[in-house]
């Protein structure tokens, strides 16, 4: 047997046996069950519960990122198909349980495929203990975070983005303080925890990452007919550097076309032994959503990464577990490639997206990077770009809820290159 059809066997038995074993469970549709906290330890495994996601995403290129090792654009395909399955416990005085499996395997390829679906994975996936009380929740284990440039990068792709720590939080999505500390991180191309990197994935560079500390407030303030809403993040990357991040949005709900402004500010700098070299980065931004009919956002984003001579990438921020994966919080941002690794410079973006009928949801995006002129020395491929996209979604009902589909096609323009990088994403996703 060939390893690829090893790997599928493996996931598809891995898969059925936890179905079966959890299913084989004396699951219950008692009252009990659907009460908050069961009463027993015995109903904690009766009323729990199985869900998951199965996926399947197909992603096509040409002139891939511009340029290769050797100076030629080259096309990459790869459509590959997993997903995940968890088995929840009910929760019995405040605790839940979650332990899952996941894995994908890699259905057909181009003449370059795509590395984060060209492995065939299997193994342990989500598996931690949650303990809730009112509004304080501690969750140790493998589990889906939210921090910023530490979030759930996998939305759209077939395996979840996991991290292996402690997350304690009080309050609610506006109102919170929240401590984490990250051993261990899988991105969705794994199937195993590492204490390395996303540039340690790239072989850009040879860091190692013993944990993560981070620490974060956030409050909303009700002011009549406005709000304003706040967060603040302190996260220290072991050894490497410090990343602080400040955001507030001030929205109008009584004002036409609903406005909310938004500015954010990020800064880092390199502590300890310094893995990343002399880290020193700066970012501010500024950002505008409108609400030109009930169903239509119009956003507007500005992003300036100052320039800082013999600095990490001139003054970019680093970020080990969102490069070349997510631009996240920033507010301009171009979708195929990562604001912090552009550069710095002047980044822009506008949007607008709707619901479209009961089950469809599209959008289209436009962005713009004016990179600093001293930065363009360094490489050919760092140059002024542009970026049009497209995307839509479509939600199924009725005997097919949980189904959906999902597509991004859009094309990068690099200055002095005379190709287009043009890009599609299509992904079919069932939850259950």
Known sequence: MSNIRLKKALLLCGISSLCSSVFALPLSSDDACKATNVSDFSQMLSCGTVEGSLRLASYSTNNAYFLDQIGIGRSEDTTTAGGYVNYKTARYNGFQAVIGVEGQNRLSHGSHSVSELSDGTFGIGEAYLNWTQDKFSVTVGNQRLDLPFMGDYSNYRVQPWLYQGVDMKYGDADNFVRATYINKYKSYGDDSFTHRDRYNDDSTLDTHLDHVTSFGLGKKFNLNDKYLKTQAWVESYEDSFNLYYGEANLGFNKVKWNPEVSVQAAYANDIGDAQFGKVDSTSLGAQLKLKPTDKLTWRIGYDHVFKKNNAWGLGSLPTPYAHNTS????????????????????????????????????????SYVAVNDSYKKLSSLNNDMYEVMFYGFYNFTGSLKGLSLSEFVGFQKLQGDANLFLQNRFGITYNF
């Open 327 to 366: 631009s996240d919080p920033y507010f301009a941002q171009p979708f195929f490639t990562s604001t912090q690794d552009l550069g710095p410079g002047d980044f822009y973006t506008t949007e607008l997206s709707s619901p479209f009928g009961q089950n469809a949801f599209v959008g289209t995006r436009l």
